[in-house]
């Protein structure tokens, strides 16, 4: 059995990379988190932290542990909750890209307001950038987005696949640039988009612009442009492209949650866990 004290505390050091941020933040005597640690290694069998005198390293299994984790913690603490017929309160500030919105993330979020009523809930719906920069700001308590390529910010929901996406599957290339429907700048679809077809020689120019993806599906279902987006959450009334039409591959795109550092723990814990369970159960 993997103690959730021993596990808290590798989650502390795991996230800010030191024992003695850990200490302070858990009030303990650094030697008790080096034993938490020693204990949570032993019962594993496998070292978790590489340390020197200037920096702490998590190990590969120090890295698999992490999600095992956070989920044991978080279903530990809504058993712990509903046993002790505790009700989640104060304010969650909540932010989701806006891809994210016509999919099931109303239902997961109607069923958390519903279950917590004494939650101040609000909601944010933006750019990915823009919800980490208010993340980091403050303005935020957690956030569902995508994350860029190479970022480890956030804990990883699931893995897709960006693709261009058109108003009907026999779109064909035109003679000149290709037309874009994207976003405006910061936008990772944009990015992954521009960088793809530059990296292939192909010409292509800005079709539409918009700041909202209503604007960005209405433009590309009139035939103004091609889209990149998720696989898993086109909108209706448009259809992925073969890769016969002569596209670049968009690569992969990671959707993550983050929190702020002083999220409201309990609240953000259940809604982090709701969100994780449906999204496994859509992938299903």
């Known amino acids: 059995m993997l103690d959730p004290v021993l596990l808290q505390t590798f989650l502390m050091i795991a996230e800010g990379n030191s024992f003695s941020e850990a200490s302070r933040r858990l009030s303990l005597r650094q030697s ?33 542990l992490v999600e095992f984790a956070r989920n044991i913690i978080e279903t530990n603490n809504r058993a712990t909750d509903y046993f002790a017929g505790s009700e989640q309160r104060g304010r969650l500030r909540f932010g989701a890209s806006e891809d994210l919105v016509p ?10 307001v519903a279950k917590h009523p004494l939650v101040e809930f609000e ?21 569902f987005c995508k994350r860029w ?10 893995r897709d696949k960006l693709v261009w996406v058109a108003s009907q599957t026999d779109w064909r290339r035109p003679k000149g640039p290709v037309p874009l429907v994207v976003y405006r700048p910061p936008a990772i679809t944009r990015s992954a988009a521009l960088a793809a077809l ?8 800005i079709a539409c612009t918009s700041s909202s993806l209503n ?16 696989r898993r959450l086109i909108p209706e009334g448009l259809a992925e492209l073969a890769p016969l039409q002569g596209l670049p591959d968009l690569g992969p795109v990671e959707f993550v949650l ?6 409201p723990g309990g609240a953000a814990a259940a809604l982090s866990a709701a969100i994780r369970a449906r999204a496994h159960l859509e992938a299903s």
């Open 32 to 64: 008790t988190v080096s034993e938490h640690v020693q204990k949570l290694e032993k019962c594993i069998g496998h070292r978790l932290f590489i340390r020197d005198t200037h920096s702490v390293a998590m190990t590969s299994e120090g890295e698999a």
């Open 103 to 112: 999919s099931w993330l109303p239902e997961v979020l109607a069923d958390f």
């Open 123 to 143: 909601f944010t719906v933006a750019l990915s950038a823009v919800l980490m920069n208010r993340l980091d700001g403050g303005d935020l308590d957690i956030a």
């Open 149 to 158: 390529a190479g970022d480890e910010r956030g804990d990883l929901v699931w």
């Open 198 to 205: 530059e990296h292939a020689g192909i010409p292509w120019r």
């Open 215 to 230: 604007g960005l599906t209405a433009a590309t279902r009139a035939g103004l442009g091609l889209m990149a987006h998720s």
């Open 258 to 263: 983050l929190k702020g550092r002083r999220a």
